[in-house]
Structures are given as C-alpha cells and as structure tokens.
C-alpha cells in the first residue's frame, strides 16, 4: 500500500517573473518527488504547509486556513526596515522564514525562527573551463540596478569590452550604451536579456563585475549573481566590504575589489574562480537545494504533528483538550533550558548600582534572567574612583567581581591585561561586551581568545562624541551622519570642535580615539565579533556595514515588576485625578533630547481650549510652573509602575534616535497607551494605532492634534493599552528574550555558518 504524500502549496504564481519561476515553480517541481505540491495564486488552499514566494505576503496570510503552518521567502521583496515591521503582525504568525541574503536574517528573527537558502545554480555556462584572457566583461541584471555600474566605470574604465544583458524598454535587442547613460569612455555592448542568452554569454565572457547600489534592498541583494558568476568560471570583482563579498569570504572564497585589477585579472586568480567555481556546481544543484528545503519542511511538519499529539493525546486523559485551562489551550514558549556547561562572562566598563543608566539595569537584569536560565554567569566590571565608576552598593541585585585601579595604573593597555588575565582564570565559553563607550574595542581586545558578542545600547563606536549621532544646532540638537568607521578624521575633528560631558571627554582620551592604532583596533574588534547585538533593525542597518553578522536583540524587561492584572487593592497616588485624564512623563525635564519643552508647549496649547487632563512629570520642579504640570519627583524602579497603572497616557516626546525606550515599554507593560515620537526605536517598541499613536519629533502641531485626540477617546486609549500589554508580553519579557535570542546565540557558538549541503 502507497502511503501518501503531504500536501504542500506553494505561491502565488507569476508567470514568467523571474523569482517565481526559480523559488517558486522550479523547486517546487524538485519537492514533489517528496511532497503533493500544488501551486497557487490568489488564496492559500488548505494543505499540510504552505510555502509564500515574496509577493502578497499580507494579503495571501489574511486567506490563510486555520491551522495552516507557513514558511516565508521574502527574497529582496522589501526595500525598507520599516516595511518588514509594518508585516510584523503577519510574520509573527510565520513557521519559517527562510531568508536568500545572510544579511536579511536580523531584520526578521525576532518576529519567526530563520534559516539562510542558496538559490540552486540555474543560469551558468554549461561547462567550466578557462577563458582567453581578451574576452569581455559580462553584468547581467535588471535596467533599474544598472546606474551605480555606469557611475563606476564613466569614472574608471575597464581594459576589456563590457557586455550588459538587461530588460530593455520594449523588448528591444539592443541600445546604445550613451542612452543607459555612458559617456563613451568605455567599449560597451549592450542587449536584452534572455535566459538562453544569458547562459551563451556566461560561456563567452572571461571575467565578471557587479557593483551594488547603497539603498536597503541593493544592500541586501541575495548573493545568487556573484555565487552564479563564480560558478561559471567568472573572474568577479566586486566593490569590498559588501554583504555579498562578506558571505563568500564566510565559505573561503575571496573575491577580488574592482579596484585591484591586476589581481581581479591574474592567472593565480582565475584558477582560485575555477576551483571555487568547481565546488559551487556541486553544492548548490537544483537537487541539493531541494533536499536542504525539504529537511526545513520536514522539521515544520514533525513539530505540528508532536504539538497536535501532545494537546489531543487520549491516551493520557490528563492532557487531553478538555482538561486544558484556557491559558493552555495556546502552546506556550518553551521553558528555559538549562545549560549548567555554558559560562558566561559579562564585561562592563561603565557600571554603578544604584543606576546611572538604563544601560546599568540592561546589564543588572541580563545577569540575573541568563542565571535563572540555567547558565553559569559572572559579572566583571572596573572601578576607578577618580571617575565614579564601578561604585556599587552594598546589597547590589548581582554579585560583581570588581577590578580596583589607581590612578598610576589607568591606562588602556594595562586595564586591558588585567581584564584579560581575569577572565581568562575563569574561563568562559563566551563573552558578552555590555556598558562602555568608545573603551568597546579594548574590552573586545581583551577578551578576544574567547567568542564575544558586543552589546550596543545605543550608537556607541559609531559616534565618538555622544553615541547618538547628533550636534548641537541653533535650535537644538541636529542630527548627523557621519560616522567614525568611515570618516575617523571628520569624526576626530567634531570632538574637537564639541567637547560634551566630561566623562565622555576622559573616556576617548583613555580610549585614544581619533589615532591610528585606535581606528584599526576599532575595525577589527567589529570584524571579529561573533555578533553585534543592537536595539532596532534601524540601528543594524548602520552597523551592518562594518561586520559580519548583526543581531536585534531587545533588552528585555522583568514581568515581577509589572504584574498582570494589577493590584486590585493597589491605593493611587494622591497625586493623580481621578476627574482628570493623566498624562505621565518619566524622564529628564532638563536633557534636551527628552523632548520635554515640545510637550510643554503643546499641553499648554491645548490648556486654552480644555482643562480636563494634567500631567505628571516624574521630577522635582523648577522654578516656574503650570498649573497642568504635577512634578511628584524622582522614582525608583519599583516605584515607576504604579504610577503607569494610575496613569491615563504615557508620552514619549523624544527628539533624537534612541536604541529603546525603556518608558515605552514599561508603560506598556503597565497597561498603559503610548504617545511618542517616530524615530529611533520607539516605532520598534509602539505599534501606531495599535498600542499608541507616532508624532513626527519636535513638531508641535502634530502631537497637539494627536493628543488632543486621545484626550477625546478614552476607550481607545483603554485599547491601546490592553494592545501594549500583549506587545509587551509577546515581545519584551525577559524570559522570552533569552530563549528567543541569547539561547539561540550561545547555542550557535557550536554550530558552523555555512548552509551548504
């Protein structure tokens, strides 16, 4: 008797879309030795799984039969950061999301679990084997990716006759390369794509060039042309430091720079292509891409059925679906698993307790939620009196192994030494790099014998002077764009000419920020790091540049401080009206990227047209005051929620990019709806509409006519703060961040990169 196949569907067809036909039909066509694959267009049909091809991903998920898991291949379907959050909600929803670009992976593992995919190999030359050295220079591509190469080559033209294959306008057969817009310094032959052309001209070219764009998507760009090129015998040269560059230089491929010809152009080179090329033919067949997509869809598959077995076992009563309570009735996540033969070393250089930061309680509550975990973890940090660092209480949340210095023994290369002897007596599988400045590098040094992560909390490295990216301007701050890794002398001569905090100041002076040495040290601690781990995919997007392999990772926040639901018999503080809608603003009134003069200025706006709401301003008050504002002074962290929880509205006025507003999410998880500016990682943490409302930053008549608007609604700020609420749960708890996140970090520390079969 045949057993049958799994029904597996696989959409929405395109025909005659160049993606479609090769992630979609042609490997759809290779699963179905394995699988009943049927292709689909509009809807998705019930199935065992289905599989959605980068079009329509919202639209195919709102027709998706109940129970239905579903694997994602986004492909370079997205051209912005903000575009893959605005589908979080459906991707949430996602089994597997299987990315074609390394790079692509942070940008969607906190919303489904990710795994990288080669294309399987479908236009190269039909058979490998050297070329004359006077052949041409082939690019293929789509006309819109074309403008970066012609920029490149009007400014440096090649040795050889260029020849394009592209999609010209009307289908013509050919155009003159001054109409693309070349200006005739260079021999160019241009014709219209065709994919039988396109493997001749693979077989009738000698070298290869591809010169990216610097646009989200270009950045992105799955590396199946140059991995093609290579494959058929191509000599590549590409611009260095690219995604696509990094990924080959992973599987031991190094690829030439356009700007080193006489190595893109070398016999020692053209060899390391043909053999390189030689173990592409045979890793990445049609067959073997198929057989990797099949494992993916196997796993899927075999934990569905063990999720189904366990909820509707009736051999064991005990768990069967009418014992379950409702909260069982939704698979929770995973409780932590232990891993008592993991150490962690946490290094900080910037550490107090109480708090002088949020980067201080970060670090406090990574060590207490990896231990709690199961894993061996110790917190090293310096102190250094002159500078009031590593001052820690008695009676500190963590236990602390503190490394004293005199001031004779303040420098660099010493405190690195100490640091490293230190950690190394404790030997740890891995390190992870927590608060510290521009120091970061050092520590890395440091450590370097062991796989460290660097934890960046907002900009630190990329900007010297106040790790945000921003100068002070005639009317406040202004933001800027440049950066250390790339401008070290611009950046250099900017703290120059702005001095901020003298902290900051003896930090870089320590650090030797602005020399040689230090640049140098600075990529390369980067280069080296097993990851760098930021707040929000658009802070990723600046550091994927400079390394290997960035990660989004939350700070996560700690549930016992937010219980759900709330104290029934919990007293509100006095100071808040209950006949009054009250508008809580926990921050700094006098740190001018808080914002708080812009929501002065709108409350009292809308003071003279109503007077039914207040607000209330975690601090001591100033000398002149409103009579809407309520100032009731600092609180602790302990005391901070409860006064969410008698709040009506939180606001978050925030002028410059921040990494993530801790205030937004714990008034979040306190219930609690969220107005605040959109920028930085606040459209990570608040939903627009959903859990709050987003207001351009510093620009008073947007928050005035949304606030007013909220002040008018209070069910829907009721909604929006039960909707916070899930968000927090689903998102920032702190157990779930390192099952999520850490858990799958350390455990790859074992596990190699490549994905080849």
């Known amino acids: 008797m045949t057993e049958s196949k799994q029904h597996i569907c696989i959409g929405p067809i395109y025909h005659g879309i160049g993606f479609w036909e090769w992630t979609g039909k042609e490997l759809g066509e290779e699963l179905s030795q394995y699988f009943d694959i049927e292709f689909f267009a509009d809807s998705i049909p019930h199935c065992d799984l289905a599989i959605i091809v980068k079009y329509d991903f919202p639209q195919l998920m709102e027709t998706r039969p109940a129970d239905v898991p579903i694997?994602?291949?986004?492909?370079?379907?997205?051209?912005?950061?903000?575009?893959?959050?605005?589908?979080g909600k459906k991707l949430f929803q996602c089994q597997q999301i299987i990315t074609h670009s390394e790079s692509l992976r942070k940008y969607f593992h906190s919303y489904a679990p990710v795994e990288y995919l080669d294309h399987h190999l479908r236009f190269i030359s039909k058979s490998l084997a050297p070329r004359p050295e006077e052949d041409p220079i082939l690019w293929t591509g789509i006309c819109s990716n074309l403008p970066p190469l012609i920029e490149w080559v009007n400014q440096n033209p090649l040795p050889r006759e260029l020849w394009i294959l592209t999609n010209l306008d009307q289908e013509a057969s050919t155009v003159p390369p001054g109409k693309l817009g070349f200006n005739g310094s260079q021999s160019v032959h241009i014709e219209n794509w065709t994919p039988d052309k396109?493997?001749?001209?693979?077989?009738?070219?000698?070298?290869?060039?591809?010169?990216?764009?610097?646009?989200?998507?270009?950045?992105?760009?799955?590396?199946?042309?140059?991995?093609?090129?290579?494959?058929?015998?191509?000599?590549?040269?590409?611009?260095?430091?690219?995604?696509?560059?990094?990924?080959?230089?992973?599987?031991?491929?190094?690829?030439?720079?356009?700007?080193?010809?006489?190595?893109?152009?070398?016999?020692?080179?053209?060899?390391?292509?043909?053999?390189?090329?030689?173990?592409?033919?045979?890793?990445?067949?049609?067959?073997?891409?198929?057989?990797?997509?099949?494992?993916?869809?196997?796993?899927?598959?075999?934990?569905?059925?063990s999720k189904s077995k366990k909820r509707f076992d009736v051999s064991n009563p005990s768990e069967n679906f009418a014992s379950l309570s409702p909260q069982q009735e939704k698979p929770n996540h995973q409780q932590p698993v232990s891993h008592p033969h993991q150490k962690i070393a946490i290094v900080s250089f910037l550490?107090?307790?109480?708090?002088?930061?949020?980067?201080?309680?970060?670090?406090?509550?990574?060590?207490?939620?990896?231990?709690?975990?199961?894993?061996?973890?110790?917190?090293?940090?310096?102190?250094?009196?002159?500078?009031?660092?590593?001052?820690?209480?008695?009676?500190?949340?963590?236990?602390?192994?503190?490394?004293?210095?005199?001031?004779?023994?303040?420098?660099?290369?010493?405190?690195?030494?100490?640091i490293r002897r230190t950690v190394r007596e404790w030997g740890p599988d891995c390190v992870l790099?927590?608060?510290?400045?521009?120091?970061?590098?050092?520590?890395?040094?440091?450590?370097?014998e062991f796989p460290y992560f660097l934890r960046m909390q907002a900009l630190e490295c990329l900007c010297p002077l106040n790790n945000l990216q921003i100068l002070p301007g005639p009317q406040g701050v202004i933001p800027c764009e440049n950066n250390q890794f790339i401008n070290p002398e611009t950046c250099f001569n900017c703290l120059v000419k702005n001095r901020s905090g003298q902290l900051h100041q003896l930090e870089r002076q320590l650090s030797g920020v602005g020399s040689t040495e230090y640049n140098e040290l600075l990529q390369q601690s980067f280069q080296n790091a097993e990851a760098v781990l930021v707040l929000n995919p658009t802070i990723a997007a600046q550091y994927e540049s400079f390394c290997d392999r960035v990660e989004v990772v939350t700070w996560g926040m700690d549930e016992s401080r937010f219980p759900w639901p709330p104290p029934a018999d919990e007293q509100c503080p006095s100071e808040i009206s209950e006949s009054k809608v009250s508008i809580i603003f926990a921050g700094l009134i006098h740190e001018p990227i808080k914002g708080f003069p812009v929501l002065l200025a709108v409350c009292e706006q809308l003071w003279k047209t109503r007077q039914d709401f207040e607000l209330i301003v975690t601090s001591d008050p100033p000398q002149e005051q409103d009579e809407f504002v309520k100032y009731v002074g600092w609180k602790s962290q302990a005391e901070l929620p409860r006064w969410y929880r008698h709040s009506d509205l939180c606001v978050v006025p925030t002028v410059?990019?921040?990494?993530?507003?801790?205030?937004?999410?714990?008034?979040?998880?306190?219930?609690?709806?969220?107005?605040?500016?959109?920028?930085?990682?606040?459209?990570?943490?608040?939903?627009?509409?959903?859990?709050?409302?987003?207001?351009?930053?510093?620009?008073?008549?947007?928050?005035?006519?949304?606030?007013?608007?909220?002040?008018?609604?209070?069910?829907?700020?009721?909604?929006?703060?039960?909707?916070?609420r899930?968000?927090?749960?689903?998102?920032?708890?702190?157990?779930?961040?390192?099952e999520r996140d850490y858990q799958q970090l350390f455990n790859k520390l074992r596990q190699p990169l490549g994905n080849f079969i």
């Open 656 to 724: 410059v990019p921040d990494g993530l507003s801790r205030t937004s999410v714990e008034a979040m998880a306190s219930g609690l709806a969220v107005i605040a500016s959109n920028t930085g990682g606040l459209p990570f943490s608040v939903s627009d509409q959903k859990t709050g409302l987003l207001c351009e930053p510093g620009v008073a008549r947007d928050w005035t006519s949304k606030l007013n608007q909220l002040l008018d609604d209070p069910e829907q700020l009721n909604l929006y703060g039960e909707n916070g």
């Open 71 to 87: 694997i994602y291949c986004p492909v370079d379907r997205y051209g912005f950061v903000r575009d893959i959050d605005r589908d």
């Open 351 to 418: 550490y107090n307790w109480p708090s002088t930061g949020g980067g201080n309680i970060h670090t406090t509550e990574l060590v207490q939620f990896l231990t709690r975990a199961g894993y061996e973890v110790q917190h090293f940090c310096v102190r250094y009196d002159p500078w009031q660092i590593g001052q820690i209480e008695a009676g500190a949340p963590i236990q602390s192994q503190i490394l004293n210095f005199a001031p004779e023994d303040w420098k660099a290369n010493t405190i690195r030494n100490r």
């Open 198 to 305: 396109h493997i001749k001209w693979a077989e009738l070219a000698s070298c290869a060039i591809d010169i990216k764009g610097t646009d989200f998507r270009a950045r992105h760009k799955p590396p199946t042309k140059a991995i093609e090129c290579i494959a058929s015998g191509l000599s590549l040269a590409m611009i260095s430091g690219s995604s696509n560059v990094r990924y080959l230089a992973k599987q031991g491929f190094e690829v030439a720079s356009v700007e080193d010809q006489d190595f893109w152009f070398s016999n020692e080179y053209r060899k390391r292509t043909l053999e390189f090329g030689a173990e592409l033919r045979k890793r990445l067949s049609r067959e073997n891409i198929g057989k990797r997509f099949k494992m993916l869809i196997d796993r899927i598959l075999e934990d569905e059925s």
């Open 726 to 738: 899930k968000q927090y749960e689903e998102r920032f708890r702190w157990k779930d961040v390192i």
């Open 433 to 448: 790099i927590t608060d510290s400045w521009n120091f970061k590098p050092h520590l890395a040094d440091a450590v370097n």
